[in-house]
């Protein structure tokens, strides 16, 4: 058990809805990233925060958003959804704002858009 | 370009085969190489850390290697439990972990 847990575990949405992802980090670990898996590939990574401020973003369009907490948990926004977003998104958490040293995932949300 | 990749993209051994997994990466300004874990649906499982050039790492029937250029994953004796994705990624300074596609693990009783 890595003490990283993600809501909800599976979810199927409509193309166009919005959907939130939420994730609360281990204990002492004040920085997460979230992480979108497509299947059969490695993770990619969409965005970081640390101390409730995004310090680092991947190649994702502005419709990915985040939110980070004063208790360090966070969510994931993802607007106006389409059938390629589907895929197990994955939050992991480390200790410092340069990425910390390794990080510990969450099992995942297996998103489902049809 | 940073980029990571792995070989073979699926392995499949019989119980007690030894063999060995690769992961190569161009990058610039590394910080760490990770192994991780993942089984079907789940969230990967950290293995190892690797830092500099020579440095080895154990775990069970697991060992991790590293060179300026590639780390290597041994896997001695595995198990059918062994069975999984076996994912690469590597830390750059002052970002977050680029991974690999992974490696496909099966072994057969």
């Known amino acids: 058990e890595t003490g990283v847990t993600q809501s909800p575990t599976h979810l199927i949405k409509t193309r166009g809805q919005q959907v939130t992802l939420r994730c609360s980090s281990q204990?002492?670990?004040?920085?997460v990233s979230w992480y979108q898996q497509a299947l059969g590939q490695g993770p990619q990574f969409i965005f970081q925060y640390y101390r409730e401020e995004e310090n680092g973003r991947g190649n994702f369009p502005p419709r990915f958003s985040g939110l980070q907490f004063p208790n360090y948990s966070s969510e994931l926004n993802v607007n106006a959804l389409e059938l390629d977003d589907s895929a197990l998104y994955l939050c992991?958490?480390?200790?410092?704002?340069?990425?910390?040293?390794?990080?510990?995932f969450g099992q995942g949300t297996r998103l489902t858009v049809v | 370009e940073d980029q990571v990749t792995q070989s073979p993209e699926a392995l499949r051994l019989q119980e007690g085969e030894s063999s060995s997994l690769n992961c190569s990466y161009t990058?610039?300004?590394?910080?760490?190489l990770f192994w991780y874990r993942q089984d079907p649906g789940k969230g990967p499982e950290f293995l190892f850390t690797?830092?500099?050039a020579g440095e080895e790492k154990e775990k069970e029937r697991l060992k991790a290697t590293l060179t300026k250029k590639e780390s290597f994953l041994h896997i001695t004796a595995p198990k059918p439990e062994d069975s999984a994705t076996y994912l690469c990624a590597v830390q750059m300074i002052g970002q977050n972990f680029v991974f690999g596609p992974g490696t496909r693990l099966s072994v057969l009783p």
């Open positions: 992991a958490s480390t200790h410092g704002g340069q990425g910390g040293t390794e990080a510990f």
């Open positions: 204990s002492g670990h004040n920085t």
């Open positions: 690797l830092y500099s």
């Open positions: 990058v610039s300004g590394l910080r760490g």
